[in-house]
């Protein structure tokens, strides 16, 4: 289970440490995607499975699902953790998630965000802001 907010930089090699209290969960392996509010998802491998597995059940017929399939699935990596917990995050992702030298790993239960620190500010900032009508539809939602 990841929870939490981190801070670590990415390096000239695009090289990212992983908090050590995630490493455990992804000593398997782990997938990095394209996300959704342009940052990157990171997940264990068994988790990355069970989504996969959910995603190619969606309809080729639909240009929708063709694209969201193209996106998370065309666009994922798959690594591992080096000795040092580091992961080395390919060009064209580091390229999608704006990522800089500061970067955000936030701990989402089952998957971990990639955020460019200066847009996880302003995505934090507003989400903060608007709480209390997302719990209204949350709470509509039955949640």
Same mark, same amino acid.
């Given at each position: 289970?990841?929870?939490?907010?981190?801070?670590?930089?990415?390096?000239?090699?695009?090289?990212?440490?992983?908090?050590?209290?995630?490493?455990?969960?992804?000593?398997?392996?782990?997938?990095?995607? =394209?996300?959704?509010?342009?940052?990157?998802?990171?997940?264990? $491998?068994?988790? +990355? &499975?069970?989504?996969?597995? *959910?995603?190619? !059940?969606?309809?080729?017929?639909?240009?929708?699902?063709?694209?969201?399939?193209?996106?998370?699935?065309?666009?994922?990596?798959?690594?591992?953790?080096?000795?040092?917990?580091?992961?080395?995050?390919?060009?064209?992702?580091?390229?999608?998630?704006?990522?800089? =030298?500061?970067?955000?790993?936030?701990?989402?239960?089952?998957? $971990?965000?990639? +955020? &460019?620190?200066?847009?996880? *500010?302003?995505? !934090?900032?507003?989400?903060?802001?608007?709480?209390?009508?997302?719990?209204?539809?949350?709470?509509?939602?039955?949640?």
């Amino acid at each position: 289970m990841f929870l939490g907010e981190y801070r670590h930089n990415l390096d000239e090699k695009n090289r990212l440490a992983v908090p050590s209290k995630f490493r455990q969960d992804l000593k398997g392996g782990l997938i990095v995607t =394209k996300g959704l509010d342009n940052c990157l998802f990171v997940y264990p $491998i068994k988790q +990355w &499975n069970e989504w996969a597995e *959910k995603l190619s !059940k969606l309809p080729i017929s639909q240009a929708k699902s063709r694209a969201f399939l193209r996106m998370m699935l065309g666009g994922a990596m798959e690594m591992t953790l080096d000795k040092q917990g580091r992961i080395v995050i390919p060009d064209y992702l580091v390229e999608y998630g704006k990522l800089s =030298k500061q970067i955000v790993l936030a701990g989402l239960y089952d998957r $971990i965000e990639l +955020w &460019n620190a200066e847009e996880w *500010k302003k995505y !934090k900032s507003k989400t903060e802001k608007d709480r209390n009508d997302i719990a209204e539809t949350l709470a509509e939602m039955g949640v």
